[in-house]
């Protein structure tokens, strides 16, 4: 083994110190689901990729653990079908609001399959990043990228890689590389040192969860309150989720919009105790089966951090503001972003012309340009609760329009058919792209 230089300490793991330096086709900044998703593609793409985290799996990272169709069918196109099979599957969504409830089956789509899993992101990160590294791509575990390496990167010049801090074993790498993908999270410091900041004309949302155990941690539904009250008993624009993990465990949450007008004064701890008291008692929420203190974050949603394109890096997932405004989903979205900065990287290679990033942009324009703008005007229309109140209370009343509403939301309508969910779709879409 080459002898550990003064200012690298050879960490207390079972591996050699890093290099002062090193250079890599892809940097990929954080292996949370869009960087590993990104990390995946490029590697099976044969290109030479680095994937630095700044945590070690399995880890923790707090969500909601619910995973959609869309989620389903990006970690089947990645090999991992038989790997979630070990997971809870469930079929369906359970809609409880005004007194109401509905069952409501994820539609058939010819794209999606028609099952979702909750999984903890801890085994589920674990398992994308190390099918990253199967495919090809080199992961550091422990490894934060501190700053760009570009002079002017702050200022739209170059990221040219990063300085990458070892925090097992101390010392920094210099990482140069022809791309960097930006993919660390909702908090994203790095994209900040690039630049990046999000435009607060779009709602943003905010989430806090909790697991419990619950005698019904198999069912097959996933459950979702859209009346959550606040201390003074008035309905909130959010809603409130209970998640089924199938090991004895539930996940809890609520989450919250921006476009809600006491949205600074709410205190969202409160509001989960309260949502934990007022859920149905089969569940059997209480301080009694928690599992420890909630913990919450920022949903960054409808694309609204930017530029996601820089000279030569790409912004994907929280990073780029990816969540789907309609319902707060980011893993599938995480997912396909990844997996489109990897097509315009891989063809930038291929090309050795940079100015293919830019089909990053167009692609996310035309994938959910439309969808997230509506998706926007929507959440701004449910900030104010007597509408949210009229609207989901009056959808509640039928089966038939809340089929329509789980589609629309959870991003599953179809091209191939004019069904009552695509006019009522395209309807609204004409409306919002007239209004521009
Ligand atoms: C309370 C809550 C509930 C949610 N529930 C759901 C849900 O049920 N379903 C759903 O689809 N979505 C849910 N979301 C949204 C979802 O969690 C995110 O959209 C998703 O995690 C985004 O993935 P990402 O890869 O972009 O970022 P992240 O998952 O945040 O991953 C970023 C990774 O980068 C690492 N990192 C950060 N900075 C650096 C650095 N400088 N160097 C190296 N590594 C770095 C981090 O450690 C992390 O591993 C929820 C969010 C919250 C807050």
Redesign the pocket.
């Known amino acids: 083994m080459p002898a550990v230089p003064a200012n690298r300490r050879d960490p207390a793991g079972d591996r050699p110190p890093r290099p002062a330096t090193r250079s890599c086709d892809v940097l990929v ?7 590993s998703a990104a990390a995946y593609w490029l590697a099976d793409a044969g290109h030479d990729v680095l994937l ?4 070690h799996f399995p ?1 923790a ?8 169709p869309r ?1 389903v069918r990006q970690l089947e196109d990645i090999g991992l079908g038989p790997d979630l099979e070990h997971h809870h599957r469930y079929d369906g969504l359970r809609a409880i609001a005004f007194g109401k409830e509905l069952l409501l089956s994820w539609p058939k789509h010819p794209d999606f399959p028609s099952y979702g899993y909750v999984v903890t ?1 801890s085994d589920l ?1 674990a398992l994308v990043a190390s099918r990253a590294e199967k495919a090809g791509a080199t992961l550091w575990q422990g ?4 700053a760009p390496l570009g002079p002017d990167s702050g200022r739209g010049g170059p990221a040219l890689g990063a300085v990458v801090a070892d925090r097992d074993g101390g010392g920094t790498t210099e990482v140069s590389a022809r791309y960097v993908v930006v ?5 994203s ?2 994209g900040r040192a690039l630049g990046a900041s999000r435009d607060r004309s779009v709602p943003l949302g905010m ?3 909790g697991y419990y155990s619950s005698p019904r941690h198999a069912e097959r539904y996933i459950e979702s309150h859209l009346d959550i009250r606040d201390a003074h008993g008035d309905v909130v624009p959010g809603y409130g ?1 209970i ?1 089924p993990l199938g090991d004895g465990r539930v996940n809890v ?1 609520i ?1 919250l919009l921006s476009t809600f007008d006491r949205w600074k004064q709410v205190n969202t701890s409160k509001l989960m105790d309260a949502f934990v008291a007022y859920a149905p008692g089969s569940w059997c929420l209480s301080p009694e089966t928690a599992l420890g203190a909630p ?5 960054p949603m409808g694309l609204s951090v930017g530029p996601r394109v820089g000279p030569d890096y790409l912004m ?4 780029g503001g ?2 789907n405004p309609f319902n ?7 997912y396909e972003t ?1 997996r489109l900065a990897a097509a315009a990287l891989g063809e930038a290679l291929r090309s050795g012309d940079p100015a293919a990033l830019a089909g990053y942009e167009a692609r996310l324009a035309e994938t959910y340009g439309l969808y997230y703008r509506l998706g926007s005007a929507f959440m701004k229309l449910m900030g104010r609760g007597d509408l949210m109140r009229l609207t989901v209370g009056t959808g509640m009343y039928s089966r038939t329009v809340m089929e329509w509403v789980l589609r629309i939301m959870s991003n599953l309508v179809r091209d191939d058919e004019l069904g009552p969910a695509e006019a009522a779709y395209r309807a609204i879409a004409a409306i919002a792209r007239r209004a521009g």
């Open positions: 900044v954080g292996a949370g689901p869009s960087g630095v985290e700044k945590k880890r990272k707090t969500c909601g653990d619910g995973l959609t989620s992101r990160d490894a934060e990228a501190v993919a660390d999270g909702a908090n410091r790095f989430a806090i969860r989720w998640f949450g989450g913990t919450g974050g920022r949903l994907t997932g929280d990073a990816s969540i707060g989903e980011g893993i599938a979205y995480a990844g």
